[in-house]
């Protein structure tokens, strides 16, 4: 069955380093998205992708934090400088029809920043 | 505004008895769907189940069902024989159609006890 793959699974970083997570979503799955989720909350929505091109990125903290999908398939994100607050599980999603089905979840990318 | 309230934190419940987690929405879009994911401690969110705002039927997906009450703008899961395997984190979402994306309720926490 195809999945979403992300990598790495784990990332300790310090405060002000920079540190990138990649997502390959499923083939043939045209919109990305990537969230945020803190402990104990839901998802929340940093970026959202069609193809190549950003659909929306008005959560996303663009003093720190960039995202790109250069091929319309894999995507990056990148934080830098990391924060204490930016500790976190980091998602990525990918869907058919624009997002009209249901989003496939990635195992996520557990990032802590001491 | 939109909004997603899952108004049950955690929720104890017996092996093999059946368990109704509660969501309600609030929207002023005629169209729109709802999704229910499950997020075991090993992070990743796993697809359970979705309805459609114009759906009539109930959905249901094996062991999960969805009790859509439209005019009460509710969307309970109900799992029924509950196992040890379905304790986890329970997200209730809700697509918007007029820009796909989701609108996450802040989760209940199941714990099935043997």
């Known amino acids: 069955e195809a999945e979403v793959a992300q990598s790495p699974r784990y990332k300790i970083t310090e405060k002000s380093q920079a540190v990138a997570f990649w997502c390959d979503p499923i083939s043939g799955h045209a919109t990305l998205y990537w969230y945020r989720q803190i402990l104990g909350q839901g998802p929340e929505l940093l970026v959202q992708?069609?193809?190549?091109?950003?659909?929306?990125d008005s959560q996303l903290p663009k003093d720190r934090f960039s995202a790109e999908r250069l091929k319309g398939v894999d995507s990056t994100l990148k934080i830098q400088p990391a924060e204490l607050g930016d500790s976190a599980m980091y998602l990525c999603?990918?869907?058919?029809?624009?997002?009209?089905?249901?989003?496939?979840f990635g195992p996520g990318t557990r990032l802590t920043v001491t | 505004a939109q909004k997603i309230t899952q108004t049950q934190p955690g929720m104890f419940v017996q092996e093999k008895e059946a368990v109704t987690l509660d969501c309600t929405y609030d929207?002023?879009?005629?169209?729109?769907?709802l999704f229910w994911y499950k997020q075991p401690s090993s992070g990743e969110m796993i697809f359970l189940i979705y309805q459609g705002s114009y759906d009539e039927q109930n959905a249901t997906e094996g062991r999960y069902s969805l009790n859509f009450q439209k005019a009460r703008k509710s969307a309970n899961l109900v799992i029924s024989a509950s196992q040890l395997g379905d304790s986890a984190m329970y997200f209730c979402a809700m697509r918007l159609d007029s820009n796909y994306q989701l609108i996450w309720g802040a989760g209940t926490k199941l714990i099935i006890k043997p």
């Open positions: 999603a990918s869907s058919t029809s624009g997002g009209a089905y249901e989003q496939y």
């Open positions: 992708f069609q193809d190549e091109s950003v659909v929306d």
């Open positions: 929207t002023s879009d005629q169209s729109y769907g």
